[in-house]
T-cell receptor, first 111, second 119 residues
Framework: GQQLNQSPQSMFIQEGEDVSMNCTSS?????WLWYKQDPGEGPVLLIA?????ELTSNGRLTAQFGITRKDSFLNISASIPSDVGIYFC???????????FGIGTKLQVIP | GAGVSQSPRYKVAKRGQDVALRCDPI?????LFWYQQALGQGPEFLTY????????KSGLPSDRFFAERPEGSVSTLKIQRTQQEDSAVYLC?????????????????FGQGTRLTVV
């Protein structure tokens, strides 16, 4: 079953607002990943984080790998309608870097 | 190809029917994963291949599920005697990962998935 606690599970925001979502785990991960999934599509990788404390940006997206290696957050600035979708955090660990997913955050942007 | 390709995109099966789902990973990717995603949930791990070797099948829910990757490239997930609870999206992912290597190029890239509906 799921080992990652992701919150919030859903969000309704106004276009232009900033968004923050986070993920916590009882276990340590080597890598944290953030994916976005649109309806009927597979998850698309947004950001990958490799080191504890690392802060990485990709356009309007910013994500951080927690110091304890048990948590991560994703921020989206100045949201736009195409940001709508489900965002998943995921952690990688183990001999072959198995990916474990959170339950997802469903984001709705009101124009 | 440029990305992970899965086929078919949609499959409707009658209960008891066998199905086969195909995954073409990104060329050169050593690692291949299969995941099952139920409605409203995150993907759940099924099985892992490194080249042609199936190193982990701990997530396969029953012995009706079988996966293979005979030549270390294309993989097939087979479900025998399908049941309604097998209805889900089946996702395939691949990565460059080789054991002992951590960091860039170990990220997993996913295909669009196959939506299986068992009626």
């Amino acid at each position: 079953g799921q080992q990652l606690n992701q919150s919030p599970q859903s969000m309704f925001i106004q276009e232009g607002e900033d968004v923050s979502m986070n993920c916590t785990s009882s276990s340590i991960f080597n890598t944290w990943l953030w994916y976005k999934q649109d309806p009927g599509e597979g998850p698309v990788l947004l950001i990958a984080l490799y080191k504890a404390g690392e802060l990485t940006s990709n356009g309007r997206l910013t994500a951080q790998f927690g110091i304890t290696r048990k948590d991560s957050f994703l921020n989206i600035s100045a949201s736009i309608p195409s940001d709508v979708g489900i965002y998943f955090c995921a952690g990688q660990r183990g001999g072959y870097q198995k990916v474990t997913f959170g339950i997802g955050t469903k984001l709705q942007v009101i124009p | 190809g440029a990305g992970v390709s899965q086929s078919p995109r949609y499959k409707v099966a009658k209960r008891g029917q066998d199905v086969a789902l195909r995954c073409d990973p990104i060329s050169g990717h050593v690692s291949l994963f299969w995941y099952q995603q139920a409605l409203g949930q995150g993907p759940e791990f099924l099985t892992y291949f490194q080249n042609e070797a199936q190193l982990d099948k701990s997530g396969l829910p029953s012995d009706r599920f079988f996966a293979e990757r005979p030549e270390g490239s294309v993989s097939t997930l087979k479900i025998q005697r399908t049941q309604q609870e097998d209805s889900a999206v089946y996702l395939c992912a691949s990565s460059l990962y080789r054991q002992g290597r951590i960091g860039k190029d170990t990220e997993a890239f996913f295909g669009q998935g196959t939506r299986l509906t068992v009626v």
